[in-house]
């Protein structure tokens, strides 16, 4: 239980942060590298405090945590209210083609560098090659949101193969996790991976089942019932808990709560006037979506940064060029090399999926996933991030998605 004292820095180094954030955004918008750059350096200045001074203490740092998980929330929430769901549909056909391409030629890169470049075993060399399948939709959807380039074409098409992206990765880890004691004699028994699919895929067909419902048959009658009741105001606030809860569903149900605040966010873009941003949630987005970032940044060890520096400049090549050979090759088949180039960049960052996989397998022992290999995936997936954000931004500024 913190101390007063204690609650006092706690709310003190919040207060800092958030000003901080807003200071980093007012400086990064006029130049080229995007805002969460400054944030995930904010979040490992922030670590960095922590483990010299001992500030913030271990509770604060699990209550940034917290808000950072609330980020992603609002951030993938913001992403689907914004979607133009008819425009989503109709790219469904395209968007798996490119997602199987993304999800294999990821995963075999991924898994040839751990095998023969860092010479893992097999556990450890799925483990690590299952999580750089997954790609952190978040991270370069803002920079697109920022170029007003995210409801074009080539936008729609990034975020349906990010998020079958999202779920596949999810239905890989468990698999992974239910074979890891398998894969480390050698033996996977078939009957346990037809188990573990079948479980991934009921969730999941139940999840998407109660959103339509929701969207489908609740949606409009509650928000005619709650602009009856509650001033304006409120009623954003109420729509944006119900985006909360549907994302928390999905947690529930072991998927991530990207996959559920996006959702949620669609289900309420059918009506526009479900939630104004100008008025009500923009405000709530702006306090929240900097703490995804500064929660990755938060989650970096200083003291691994060394020893995992060859191994994550290994895993960063893999994971880049896993990206744009299994994003940019069907893109390239059907738009052209300049969305090609932008979706393969655009599906390079690797953070929350990423980093769960990790932490689950390292929750095995250290047979699955020792520290080292630990401390180089999170370095390369802050890596991926930067860079990828970067290039992202700088090929939005050059080429022009739109025309696609």
């Not at 400054?38 to 405090?49: A, D, F, P, T």
């Not at 483990?127 to 074409?153: F, P």
């Not at 405000?283 to 929660?295: A, H, K, N, Q, R």
């Not at 960063?316 to 060029?321: E, G, M, S, T, Y």
């Amino acid at each position: 239980m913190e101390s007063t004292h204690d609650l006092s820095v706690t709310i003190l180094v919040l207060g800092l942060t958030i000003g901080l954030a807003m200071l980093i955004k007012a400086f990064f918008s006029r130049g080229i590298l995007p805002t969460l750059v400054g944030y995930i350096g904010l979040g490992l200045g922030l670590r960095l405090v922590e483990q010299g001074w001992g500030a913030p203490y271990p509770e604060s740092r699990d209550i940034f945590l917290f808000l950072g998980d609330a980020g992603l929330v609002a951030l993938l929430f913001r992403v689907g209210l914004e979607s133009n769901l008819r425009r989503l549909r109709s790219q469904i056909g395209r968007a798996s083609l490119v997602a199987v391409g993304d999800i294999c030629l990821a995963g075999i890169v991924a898994y040839g560098a751990c095998r023969w470049l860092l010479s893992l075993d097999l556990t450890q060399s799925v483990i690590v090659a299952s999580a750089l399948t997954a790609t952190s939709v978040g991270v370069t959807v803002s920079v697109w949101q920022a170029a007003g380039s995210l409801n074009t074409r080539t936008g729609a098409l990034l975020v349906d193969v990010a998020e079958m992206d999202d779920i596949a990765g999810v239905i890989i880890l468990g698999l992974v996790l239910a074979l890891a004691s398998d894969l480390r004699t050698g033996h996977v028994r078939l009957e346990a991976f037809e188990t573990v699919l079948g479980l991934t895929l009921a969730r999941l067909a139940l999840f998407t089942a109660v959103c339509f419902a929701f969207a489908r048959y609740l949606e409009r009658p509650l928000m005619a019932f709650l602009r009856h009741w509650e001033v304006p105001a409120d009623l954003n606030l109420t729509m944006t808990a119900l985006g909360f809860i549907l994302a928390a569903l999905a947690g529930l149900l072991g998927f991530s709560l990207a996959i559920g605040a996006f959702f949620a966010g669609l289900a309420f873009s059918r009506d526009p006037r479900a939630l104004p941003l100008d008025r009500g949630f923009t405000p709530i987005y702006e306090l929240l979506s900097p703490f995804f970032f500064i929660g990755i940044g938060l989650r970096i060890d200083p003291a691994s940064l060394p020893m995992a520096g060859l191994a994550s400049l290994v895993l960063l090549l893999a994971a880049l060029l896993g990206k744009l050979l299994g994003n940019g090759l069907p893109v390239w088949f059907l738009e052209n090399r300049r969305a090609a180039l932008l979706v393969g960049v655009s599906m390079a960052p690797r953070a929350e999926v990423t980093m769960i996989i990790m932490q689950m397998g390292q929750g095995l022992g250290d047979w699955a996933v020792p520290d080292a290999i630990f401390a180089a995936v999170v370095l390369s997936s802050v890596l991926t991030c930067i860079v990828g954000a970067v290039l992202v931004k700088v090929m939005l500024d050059k080429l022009s998605p739109g025309q696609n």
